[in-house]
């Protein structure tokens, strides 16, 4: 991610919708569903603006590791206990005014059911931003030809898929592109480490050397250079 500008596309989208609840005088309960190690939450916080005393702060991460150091590496931007949960709890008193959830989605077992659970604790008027990536990515299409030579189909969810569940619920959503960049120097190693992200435990499956091909496409100069663009997803609450 460090040879990746996908993060920053993201931060400065979400900004937008960041700065307009940073200039209320009211408290704010913001939740970042699967917040990874925080990193990401914490550069977007320390950009928003927000009154430690006004900012309540929530965490939804099944990984136990990386729930504590997100909520450690969180804490300081507000003044109110973090709250931290591997599972998002079904308590009907939860209402807040910001969800994120930064490339998550695709890894959800039921992404329709999700969906659901997330709108129900979003309050009125709150935003839910998702970001993922679809089919036309061409990341996304690393990873659905790796699969392939597992004669295999990819197990995770697209955009595409997230459209379907927001028309099931006949939830209304804006959409738009986001554009990036992943270069980095053409070395066996490196290719290795983009190919463990975007495959995990399924590339020990691949003949290595089928897997580093995948990225011949994208050599030229000594470097590898992918420019892609993923989605990003607006979702308001409105009174029924």
Request: with cysteine.
């Amino acid at each position: 991610m460090e040879h990746a500008s996908e993060a920053a596309a993201d931060l400065e989208s979400y900004l937008s919708y960041l700065a307009p609840l940073a200039g209320t005088s009211r408290s704010i309960h913001l939740l970042d569903f699967g917040c990874g190690d925080g990193s990401f939450l914490a550069g977007l916080l320390s950009r928003a603006g927000f009154e430690p005393q006004r900012l309540i702060l929530s965490l939804v991460e099944p990984d136990a590791v990386y729930l504590a150091q997100a909520s450690s590496r969180i804490k300081v931007f507000s003044r109110h206990p973090v709250s931290a949960w591997r599972v998002l709890p079904t308590a009907q008193h939860l209402a807040f005014d910001l969800i994120l959830s930064n490339h998550v989605f695709y890894y959800v077992k039921d992404i329709r059911g999700t969906l659901e659970q997330l709108l129900r604790t979003l309050a009125i008027d709150g935003c839910l931003l998702i970001s993922m990536a679809d089919r036309d990515n061409l990341l996304a299409q690393i990873i659905a030809r790796g699969f392939d030579s597992l004669q295999e189909a990819v197990p995770y969810y697209y955009a595409a898929d997230l459209e379907w569940a927001l028309k099931t619920l006949s939830q209304d959503y804006k959409k738009q592109e986001l554009y990036y960049q992943v270069t980095f120097p053409d070395l066996k190693e490196n290719r290795l480490k983009l190919l463990r992200f975007l495959l995990g435990e399924h590339l020990a499956r691949m003949e290595q050397k089928k897997s580093l091909s995948l990225l011949d496409p994208y050599a030229a100069g000594g470097r590898i250079s992918i420019n892609t663009w993923h989605y990003q997803f607006v979702i308001k609450k409105k009174a029924a």
